[in-house]
């Protein structure tokens, strides 16, 4: 049925949508989701890959959290773009998640593109692409289906939850949702909550997909267009962010793309616009423009102490969970007090807590970069709690 | 001959442009504005507000150089949004830029939207609004611009050049062009290039622009159409720079809009969303889309130690101008250490200077706040420099 309404091409632009390249749990109508938003989304299905063993306790599961842009492919070539996977500095054998000793779980968000249910799936009750009929969904519905899937995997409690930036929202709000299923927790350049200025740029790059008029309200897949010059204006914009001052002024200054002098025009004249140029046009090869406001209305939401009346510690009260907490010098996007903040809230609710800020001058991308520091503290980290955990190396 | 190629309500967005309420300096073929590009503009204008008197000797004239995107408008209602001028708080008499001692002149920058010649201007050769076909300017040319208008207006020397951001920009251009011609300059929140940062962020909001059909590569006058939703969208971004973190923390926090509970939609849900919204919206009611390219373009091109092999102390040699350099502790857009390498290349220079770093959260655009500190500073500035230069108040 949905076959016949769309495009050629844009079975194409679905084919990881619904037939992805990983393995997808599949959750029927007696199996719905239950939303914050008030609703159920029924069916739905999980994309996820694994990489490692689960040892025969089922003990040794360590769930990887994607950020806003990221997906499941974590340690894998990336189906769409044939790139690697976005954290093989931290992920795989040998390495700080080490997929000799643990049995790694990397599921995609829902609400993304990559093979969980989202906007641009098949809502089966019209059959055709959600759109924005897709119901606004949170950090703790995301939480939700991950918790769906270890039930579906039978994995009762994971060794460790791990994510950076929208993965550390994940991991935090794991902690709190599901206490007794986390043993580790490891929210790298993470808050508790999204600030005014997050939200804002948030809000600039929902209204540049929503101004370009391909979005047509959202209907673009079923219509046959693309709002790919707002989307990859939203990315440039977010992109900035994830930079440092200084990582951009170390990486390209004031110098010219391939020529000596100004053109003297609105060519990309500087090194740093044709590389935020080729940042927007490369995300819309891979994501898709619904997800985007999804995913980032979902961060904007996040705000784990208004359960508790604002007070943070109430969340964390009680908590046997071990956490390390880790954020970078110069991350201005989820700066170093929104950690100390996770910190001191956790030590308030008298939790095992370990702190690190990390001096780096990368900016809020450096979870995903290499930084030695931050591999040595993820390693020495899951050392300690595995001995604890009994698991043997 | 244009009035037959432009649809009637374009000749209501034009009435600013071509004939502004304020007063017009007219340069005719035969004195052309040599531009750094290589070309010259001729004829062109410069549409100019003055206030307060010139004295007899002609020695208390005070250059008010604008913001990107501000206007002559300093301290009168604008005439297209009917509100008080930019400058209120500073200019005025009694104030501390005061129109009962000096007299104060602020002319539109070339390449802007508000009298002074620019791309929405008519192109006299083809009969329409030059679009792209208007040169790139840069703050040099601006400057060079003024230095015309004080020729037209019969003034030699300044007793002094003042302005923030872009407008810094124009003033420190000025200490360096024309250094016997500025007896004292005072730079707020300026910087003497633009870092990688700065560009792109600019480069966002050129793309935003062009993303929008309506912009038809620059010809949207000619057209009938206007660029509305992606000159908003830049507008947003920009907005986002000039305030501080902390600023958008105190005045919206994560406060809904008009709203207990969020909504699960695409709504304005948050007040710093409905915010960003009006910012967007009211700026394109007042300004071109071009004249935003342009403008953006100059600041990215600013490199003022780059006629001096990157020197900047070579710049300031032998000045004998007063320098007051200003700048905000919150300001992350052009942070204190911009200001500090203006004060370190002046003291290089052995110029005569004195530098102030206001401790404020307001965030770049403290210089057009309500800011007691920079008040008194800006007072006892130009009350010394006005002695040395023989001013009686």
Redesign the interface.
């Known amino acids: 049925m949905a076959e016949l309404r769309l495009k050629p091409d844009l079975r194409d632009r679905l084919g990881e949508v619904e037939n992805p390249h990983s393995q997808v749990a599949r959750f029927g109508l007696d199996q719905s989701l239950k939303l914050?938003?008030?609703v159920e989304l029924a069916p739905f299905q999980i994309a996820y890959q694994t990489y490692g063993t689960l040892n025969s306790a089922r003990s040794n599961a360590v769930l990887i959290c994607h950020a806003l842009t990221g997906d499941q492919h974590a340690v894998n070539v990336h189906p769409v773009t044939g790139k690697p996977g976005w954290w093989e500095t931290m992920v795989g054998s040998g390495k700080p998640i080490d997929t000799d000793r643990y049995f790694v779980i990397c599921p995609n968000v829902v609400g993304a593109c990559m093979g969980t249910t989202g906007p641009a799936s098949i809502n089966n009750k019209i059959g055709r692409p959600y759109g924005?009929d897709f119901?606004?969904v949170t950090i703790r519905d995301m939480v939700r289906a991950q918790a769906m899937l270890l039930d579906h995997l039978g994995i009762d409690m994971l060794f460790a939850a791990a994510g950076g930036s929208m993965g550390a929202m994940q991991v935090l709000q794991w902690a709190v949702t599901y206490p007794e299923r986390v043993f580790a927790a490891l929210p790298i350049a993470g808050a508790t909550?999204?600030?005014?200025?997050n939200?804002?740029?948030h809000?600039?790059g929902?209204?540049?997909v929503?101004?370009?008029?391909e979005w047509r309200g959202g209907r673009y897949l079923a219509e046959g267009t693309n709002p790919r010059?707002?989307l990859?204006?939203a990315r440039?914009?977010a992109h900035?962010t994830y930079?440092s001052?200084a990582a951009?002024?170390r990486?390209?200054?004031?110098r010219f793309q391939d020529r000596a002098m100004?053109t003297?025009?609105?060519d990309?004249?500087?090194e740093?616009?044709s590389y935020?140029?080729h940042q927007?046009s490369s995300f819309v090869e891979r994501f898709d423009a619904n997800s985007y406001?999804y995913l980032t209305?979902a961060m904007?939401?996040f705000?784990l102490a208004a359960d508790y009346d604002g007070v943070l510690a109430e969340a964390f009260r009680g908590t046997k969970t071990r956490f390390c907490v880790v954020s970078f010098t110069s991350d201005?996007l989820f700066?170093t007090s929104e950690s100390r903040a996770i910190v001191h809230a956790l030590n308030a609710g008298s939790a095992r807590v370990s702190f690190a800020e990390i001096v780096t001058d990368k900016g809020h991308d450096a979870f995903l970069l290499d930084e030695p520091e931050l591999f040595a503290i993820v390693r020495g980290f899951l050392g300690s709690a595995g001995a604890a955990r009994g698991l043997t190396g």
């Open positions: 914050d938003a008030g924005l119901p606004v909550r999204h600030s005014a200025q939200i804002a740029f809000e600039v929902r209204q540049a929503m101004a370009d008029p010059r707002g990859a204006v440039m914009a900035i930079l001052d951009l002024h990486k390209f200054g004031r100004p003297f025009s609105f990309a004249d500087f740093v616009e935020l140029r927007g406001l209305r904007d939401y705000d201005w700066p």
